[in-house]
């Protein structure tokens, strides 16, 4: 994607990551109200950082249109959202490029049952199922995926 840039999180950055995270998970899970799960979100996001997450966020002309958060030392992506308006526009793959560049012999993640999409991609670009679970958060199921170099 031509115009896309990549860059680590800053605090004044917390708002559209915000916003960002409610645009891109309303319309996967009309069921639950992420505005109202804002609060939860922002502490979400320092609690990683805290723990030594990063987090990486990419940018278009518009602003910003996604980011990723990685746990390098437990090789688990926690997060990874992208503006509706940019699916399909390789933002997501720079995204997860960047967790492997952090990461890059394993990563570990969760995907929701009732996001397809998601899974589609991760298929796409090598992860394979090594389990399921349950959402804390949500109680909606989910499985585990590993992909590894």
């Known amino acids: 994607m031509s115009g896309l840039t ?3 999180f800053r605090a004044e950055n917390l708002p559209a990551l ?3 995270w409610i645009e891109a998970w309303a319309p996967v899970l009309p069921q639950i109200d992420f505005a109202a799960r804002r609060p939860w979100f922002e502490e979400h996001v320092a609690a990683l950082q805290n723990n030594g997450a990063k987090v990486i966020c990419a940018f278009d002309a518009s602003g910003l249109i ?3 958060t990685i746990d390098a030392d437990q090789h688990y992506i926690d997060q990874i959202a992208l503006a509706p308006r940019a699916q399909g526009s390789g933002a997501a793959r ?4 960047a967790a492997r560049a952090l990461s890059p012999h394993l990563l570990l993640l969760d995907v929701n049952v009732d996001n397809p999409r998601a899974l ?3 298929v796409r670009e090598g992860f394979y199922q090594i389990g399921e679970g349950i959402s804390t958060r949500s109680g909606l199921k989910t499985v585990k995926l590993e992909w590894r170099s």
């Open 6 to 8: 990549l860059a680590p």
């Open 18 to 20: 915000a916003d960002l």
């Open 66 to 68: 996604g980011f990723v």
């Open 94 to 97: 720079r995204l997860l490029e």
């Open 120 to 122: 589609r991609f991760y």
